[in-house]
């Protein structure tokens, strides 16, 4: 019918309801186009936060007052050689390395860590760690170093032990640990094999050396977790598209939106500060508030009832290898954290501490012990909220659609880039 009564138009007619046409499209398109811009613009508040979680805004690395070595190199390239010595287990098959793989972000893509033995939780990445004050999931060390020391002695992770580990650092690196650490004790009549841990079967042949000797021993074993925390302490993460977004938002002053991201994209991230409320725990430079939050995660079985930061910040307040242990470099008044760590609570059943997002897409699966394979996976687990099986959720109800959940998906994407280190410290070395 319409081409019926454009036919019958005289040519003039017909020239000037095509110029109509023409001068309405292009009135509607640059309304659409400033309602567009009107919508993608960022309110002061939200560019304050966009900033707030820009690497742009990260400080200087904040010092380790437990480890005097944390900024010294040669302790660092030492900790290098160290991460990937699989002579640091009871089987010689097992490394650092091994769980904290360089190619897969340091750790290892698997439910959960596989050792010696079998693990009951994720193995969590490493880079960008420098910048927490509390380590595992569930915050049972205070330190770098702290941390680096729990899995050597672990049954199921490397399942060594002190004196053997004291051995290893006599026959093989002498040289390297004296020039920083001093000398290294005398280790004769020392026997093979002997640590206070229970679970390692040689902790009778522990309690027959004389306390001198043990101590002695206990800090070499502590100056070996020093060394891999400076070497740790030097990994962290390179700007990716999302901090280059928010560089060329803060340079405008139209606050019109930037170029770089998608549509997709950039509701992402307007969902991640607003209505979905990540911000709330995943927060900073590094996208973690380094806190401890129960989000309802269920475990099907465990091999023991697994209660998250309540048995955590009890383990970590009773360190043998805490900030204020006698083989912690700090002084009166440091250990802030510590001191003030809060020790019991309703709010610290079953939470565990978020990860960095950054490089998230490349870390399934997700959660303390790999219960969620994918992140749409976990932004259901997040959107439905269902109530925790042992203590309280944080979580409410989001009611996220599918469409809200690929946004959030697509934004998280433009959190993945390299890592940053000294050179050669992202790949094995060639000394071992």
Known sequence: MYIFAFMRMRPWQRVAFIFGVVLGTLALTTTLQAHSRQRARWSPKERALLRSLSLASQGPMPEDPSNRYADDDAAAHLGHLLFFDTRLSRTGTVSCASCHVPEKNFQDGLRVGRGVGDGSRRTMPIAGTAHSSWYFWDGRADSQWAQALGPLENPVEHGGDRTQYARTMAREYRAEYESIFGPLPSLAGVPAHAAPVAAS???????????????????????????????????????TRFDDYVAAELASASQSPASGFTADEEAGLRL?????????????????????????????????????????????????????SRYSDSRPGDCAELRFAVAEGAELVRAYKPPS????????????????????????????????????????????????????????????????????????????
């Open 201 to 239: 079967g040689s902790e009778a042949a522990w309690a027959r050396l004389p306390v001198g000797t043990r101590d002695d021993i206990s800090r070499v074993y502590a100056n070996i977790g020093k060394a891999i925390a400076a070497y740790e302490r030097r990994i962290d993460f390179a700007p």
């Open 272 to 324: 991640f500060i607003g209505n979905a409320s990540c911000v709330n725990c995943h927060n900073g430079p590094q996208f973690t508030d380094n806190h401890f939050h129960n989000t309802g995660v269920r475990r099907d079985s465990e091999p023991s009832p697994d209660s998250g930061r309540s048995a955590g910040v009890v383990k970590a307040l009773a360190g043998e290898f805490s900030c204020t």
């Open 357 to 432: 997002l950054r490089n998230v897409v490349g870390r399934a699966p997700y959660m303390h012990a790999g219960q969620l394979a994918s992140l749409d996976d976990v932004l259901q687990h997040y959107s439905d909220a269902p109530s925790a099986a042992i203590g309280h959720s944080e979580l409410k109800a989001l009611h996220l659609s599918a469409g809200e959940r690929r946004q959030i998906m697509a934004f998280l994407g433009t959190l993945t880039g390299p890592l940053t280190a000294p050179s050669g410290f992202l790949t094995a070395p060639t000394r071992n």
